[in-house]
């Protein structure tokens, strides 16, 4: 729905997001898409409302830059008490 329709509605939290709303401070360490998806949705679709850019942009552009950056910042996050697969806690 939200790639399709470019909907601000919805939030789709993959390991990339995941990763940096932890580091932005969005999400805590200790949230899991399991438990805590529907809170972190709206926490993420808050966030992109007070930065006044759309959900779906937020979205591509958090995705492009943590793809890219995935080793320096996985490692950074690594060293802070996260463990490599978040959802899994």
Known sequence: MRNWLSSDNVAILDIH?????????IFAPADTVERDYFSMEDRFLSFARGMEVSAAALDAIM????????????????????TDEPTKH
């Open 17 to 25: 997001i995941y990763r940096a709303g932890v580091f932005a401070g």
């Open 63 to 82: 995705w492009a830059q943590m793809r890219t950056a995935n080793r320096s910042v996985k490692s950074y996050l690594t060293s802070h008490a996260m």
